[in-house]
C-alpha cells in the first residue's frame, strides 16, 4: 500500500472537504471522469477509502470493484446510496456524520410547516401583487393545540417534534418499532396517524424499506384539511400521488424540500399556490456543512491512525 492513503471521492463537494483532506491523501475525482467504470477498474486496488454524499451511489458493484477498500465516509446523516450492508460484509465500515446538521434540517422543517400553513409565500405575492388592497387574503391554518404526527423519531424527527411542542402542537410519532424512552405517544399505523394528525412532518431514512411510505391512501387518510412537510428523502412519498392531491386540493398543502428525481422537480407543481419548494438544502447553512465535512474528514483521520470512528453506522 501506498504511505499516502488514496481516497475515492465520488461527487464534488464543499470547499471545506479539500481544506481538511489538505495533503494527508490523494484524492481521485470520480466525477470528472468522463468514463467513470474504467477509472474504478484502473485504480480499483489502491483505493483505501471512498468519500461520498448521502446521495451519492456505492452499491455493491463498486465495493467489490475496489478491492482494497476499508472505509467508506458519507457527508451526511442519510446513506441510503450506499450499500452498507454489502460493505459490511466485507469488513468495510461505513461512517455518517449524525448529530451536526440536526437542528439546521429541524429548523428548515418548522419554517415549511410554518410556511404552508400560514401561507407566508401566497401571502407575499398577495401583497405584491396588490391584491390586498382589494380584498384580505383569508384565513388560514394553526398547528397550536393541533394534532401533528413525525414519521421516525431519530435525531432529526426529535429534534422537530420539540419545536412542533415548542410552538403549542400536539405530537405524536411513528416508526419501525416503539421507543420505551420517546417523549411523545407512538403510533404505529402511519395511515391511522395521518387520519388523525392535521399534518405530517417526514424524518425518516431513505432507501426500500420506506420508499412511497406515503402513498395515495396516506394523503386521502390526511385529508382535505391535511398538509405534509418532507424532509426526509423524495422517494418516501408517492410524488405522482402527491400532485395528484395537491392539484385536486384533496390536501391542503404541502412543504417539500426533496424529490424522487431531483434536481427535476414535477413541473405541475410550479404552478400550485398550495406547496412551498426548497432545493434539498435543509442542512445547507454555512456552519452546518462545515460541521458535516469536518466529522467526514475526521472519521477517515481516525480509520487511518488505527483509532476507533467516531461515528460508524450500526446495522
Known amino acids: 500500500m501506498p504511505d499516502t492513503p488514496i481516497i475515492l471521492q465520488t461527487m464534488a463537494m464543499p470547499p471545506r472537504i479539500s481544506e481538511r483532506l489538505g495533503s494527508r491523501y490523494n484524492i481521485i475525482r470520480l466525477w470528472e471522469a468522463e468514463n467513470q467504470e474504467a477509472l474504478i477498474a484502473s485504480q480499483g486496488d489502491a483505493v483505501r477509502a471512498v468519500l461520498t454524499m448521502g446521495h451519492g451511489k456505492v452499491n455493491a ?8 477498500l476499508e472505509v467508506v465516509s458519507v457527508m451526511g446523516v442519510g446513506y441510503d446510496g450506499v ?5 459490511a ?16 434540517v429541524a429548523n428548515l422543517a418548522i419554517g415549511l410547516v410554518l410556511s404552508v400553513t400560514r401561507e407566508i ?57 416503539r421507543k420505551p424512552d420517546a417523549p ?55 410524488e405522482q400521488a402527491l400532485v ?14 426533496v424529490f424522487e428525481a431531483e434536481p427535476r422537480v414535477p413541473t405541475a407543481l410550479f404552478d400550485l399556490d398550495n ?5 434539498h438544502q435543509a442542512s445547507a447553512t454555512v456552519a452546518t456543512r462545515n460541521a458535516m465535512a469536518d466529522l467526514a474528514v475526521e472519521n477517515l483521520d481516525l480509520h487511518f491512525a488505527g483509532k476507533p470512528l467516531k461515528t460508524p453506522i450500526k446495522l
Open 121 to 177: 409565500p401566497k401571502a407575499d405575492a398577495y401583497v405584491r401583487d396588490g391584491r390586498w388592497l382589494k380584498a384580505d387574503l383569508g384565513l388560514n391554518r394553526t398547528i397550536v393545540d393541533r394534532p401533528i404526527g413525525v414519521v421516525a423519531l431519530g435525531g432529526i424527527g426529535l429534534a422537530v417534534a420539540d419545536r412542533l411542542a415548542a410552538l403549542g402542537a400536539k405530537v405524536t410519532w411513528t416508526g419501525p418499532r
Open 184 to 238: 411523545y405517544p407512538f403510533e404505529p399505523d402511519i395511515i391511522r396517524l395521518a387520519s388523525q394528525s392535521d399534518g405530517l412532518v417526514l424524518c425518516c431514512p431513505g432507501g426500500a424499506a420506506t420508499r412511497h411510505l406515503v402513498n395515495k391512501e396516506v394523503l386521502d387518510a390526511l385529508g382535505s384539511d391535511g398538509w405534509i412537510v418532507n424532509v426526509a428523502r423524495g422517494s418516501v412519498i408517492d
Open 275 to 279: 406547496v412551498v419548494l426548497q432545493p
Open 61 to 68: 458493484e463498486m465495493i467489490d470493484a475496489l478491492t482494497n
Open 83 to 87: 450499500d452498507v450492508k454489502h460493505a
Open 244 to 257: 395528484e392531491a395537491l392539484m385536486a386540493k384533496r390536501i391542503w398543502g404541502a412543504g417539500l424540500d
Open 89 to 104: 460484509s466485507k469488513g468495510i465500515q461505513t461512517t455518517n456524520t449524525p448529530g451536526v446538521l440536526s437542528a439546521e
